[in-house]
């Protein structure tokens, strides 16, 4: 079966921290894996990995790819109270299906 | 350009009624995926449509069912709604030369009392 795995579950630091989000995946017919951050309703799209080993940046937020380990990491460098969110996972089998993980909640505190 | 957008945003029914949820997918998207995301959850995958044929399915039982129309919009169907149904449903678009990066509605919340 299908699973994708986030950890932590849940997160609190205080601004200016740097933090990990990590997530594991066992999923047939991988083709890629997607991170989403969502805050309210509309998880909005933040990266798409599909080779290993190259780290893909935007601004403050950076994440990366192993398949041989079937794990990915986001990272969050300098946080701000702006992204207290939760920062979902998903694993794309096929061309169809994307399968998501629980999601990390990150509270960050001024 | 012109984001996902989803009719109506809440939505309450009782147990045994039907319910149809609207999506309008993103300008230049051909390819609509729904998601149903529970509490605490993540989403998980209901079905997917692509040129107007279900393309991949998830776990749901057969009282789930959609549509999708020549313009690309789509409809999710509930019949028989359970007390379980209760949730966020999600509507993502993509287009055909990257279907796997899919862009979220701001979903409907369904409540089933």
């Known amino acids: 079966e299908d699973k994708v795995v986030q950890s932590p579950l849940s997160l609190v630091v205080h601004e200016g921290d740097t933090v990990t989000l990590n997530c594991s995946y066992e999923?047939?017919?991988?083709?890629?894996l997607l991170w989403y951050k969502q805050e309210k309703k509309a998880p909005t799209f933040l990266f798409m990995l599909t080779s290993s080993g190259i780290e893909k940046k935007s601004g403050r937020l950076s994440s990366i790819l192993d398949k041989k380990e079937l794990f990915s990491i986001l990272n969050i460098t300098a946080t701000q109270t702006g992204d207290s969110a939760i920062y979902l996972c998903a694993a794309v089998r096929g061309s169809e299906k994307l399968v998501f993980g629980k999601g990390t909640k990150l509270t960050v505190n001024p | 350009e012109t984001g996902v957008t989803q009719s109506p945003t809440h939505l309450i029914k009782t147990r045994g009624q039907q319910v149809t949820l609207r999506c309008s997918s993103q300008?230049?998207?051909?390819?609509v995926s729904w998601y149903q995301q529970a509490l605490g959850q993540g989403p998980q995958f209901i079905f997917q449509y692509y040129r107007e044929e279900e393309n991949g399915r998830g776990n749901f039982p057969p009282r789930f069912s959609g549509l999708q129309f020549p313009n690309y919009s789509s409809e999710l169907n509930v019949n028989a709604l359970e007390l379980d149904d209760s949730a966020l449903y999600l509507c993502?678009?993509?287009?055909?030369?990257?279907?796997?990066?899919?862009?979220f509605g701001p979903g409907t919340r369904l409540l089933v009392l």
């Open positions: 999923v047939t017919n991988f083709r890629s």
């Open positions: 300008s230049g998207h051909n390819t």
């Open positions: 993502a678009s993509s287009s055909q030369g990257s279907r796997e990066t899919q862009y």
